[in-house]
């Protein structure tokens, strides 16, 4: 048969490769069951958008900021492009990490299309002002609990729980819990959001600070805050009795088995 003669199904695929971008954050809101000075509520949430019900795929659905890279941009770009448009955040503000690619075959219906997921870790503050792009009816924040109890578009169930596994071990092996906190805060702070992320995390609160503060002979991922006069810097912001505040140091620990 003549190879001219056959016909080729009339078929565009997409100039680029897509991205998804997983966006947590953790609010805090003050505690109304004491009149005592005490530490917010914080609570571990992400960031949706629901699509088009006039979409052919995935109707009305919730899912991940996220959309298909230009010609001339790197999926890096790409990633924090689609996060700006979607949400309106400054991308200075935001640590944002590629998790992995996903290729399951059917998982999107308008044909074999991957894409590579991202995660960002947002302070709430900068998340203040997100808001829908043109493209989505609607943003909001949902606690993980109930993002994972949803039907979210594509296979976007499993890359939560992809990503909310890797910001936990990342949590408990590097300082991304200085994302969640002001430039400085109380043990009890950074203590309850590792807690609010980890929720299985145990600690003796008497040898925190010895794993975290830095000795003569060991560099540690954060230090006593002082004052221009080198003084030592409290806050009784969230406790009756002043806390010593902290900030994280430029260190950022090297782990190994061996």
Same mark, same amino acid.
């Given at each position: ?25 953790i609010t805090s809101e003050p505690r109304k069951d004491t009149k005592n000075k005490s530490l917010p509520e914080r609570k571990l949430k992400i960031l949706l958008i629901q ?24 999926? =890096?770009?790409?990633?924090?492009r689609e996060l700006r448009e979607e949400t309106h955040i400054l991308n200075e503000n935001v640590h944002i990490e590629q998790l992995k690619a996903y290729y399951t075959p ?12 991202? @995660? ?12 829908? =792009?043109? =493209?989505?009816? =609607? ?6 609990? $109930? ?31 200085? $994302?969640?906190?002001?430039? $400085? ?12 992320v980890v929720p299985t995390y145990t600690v003796d609160r008497s040898n925190f600070e010895k794993k975290l503060v830095g000795t003569k002979t060991r560099k540690g991922i ?11 810097? @409290? ?24």
């Amino acid at each position: 048969m003549n190879s001219a003669s056959v016909s080729k199904p009339v078929f565009r695929s997409p100039d680029g490769l897509p991205t998804d971008i997983c966006i947590f954050t953790i609010t805090s809101e003050p505690r109304k069951d004491t009149k005592n000075k005490s530490l917010p509520e914080r609570k571990l949430k992400i960031l949706l958008i629901q699509r088009d019900p006039n979409s052919d795929r995935f109707p009305g659905y919730w899912a991940f900021p996220g959309g298909f890279s230009n010609e001339h941009e790197t999926l =890096d770009a790409c990633a924090e492009r689609e996060l700006r448009e979607e949400t309106h955040i400054l991308n200075e503000n935001v640590h944002i990490e590629q998790l992995k690619a996903y290729y399951t075959p059917g998982r999107d219906p308008g044909g074999w299309i991957p894409t590579v997921a991202y @995660y960002a870790l947002v302070n709430e503050k900068s998340l203040s002002g997100f808001k829908a =792009d043109d =493209d989505a009816v =609607d943003a909001r924040l949902f606690t993980v609990e $109930e993002a994972l109890s949803m039907k979210l578009a594509f296979d976007h169930n499993k890359i939560l729980e992809d990503a909310l596994k890797r910001i936990q071990e990342k949590m408990l092996q590097t300082n991304i819990a200085k $994302e969640f906190l002001p430039e $400085e805060f109380t043990l009890s702070e950074l203590l309850q959001v590792i807690e609010t992320v980890v929720p299985t995390y145990t600690v003796d609160r008497s040898n925190f600070e010895k794993k975290l503060v830095g000795t003569k002979t060991r560099k540690g991922i954060i230090e006593v805050a002082r004052d221009s006069q080198d003084r030592i810097k @409290y806050s009784n912001e969230y406790s009756q009795n002043k806390a010593k505040l902290y900030r994280f140091t430029d260190y950022v620990p090297f782990l190994t088995i061996y």
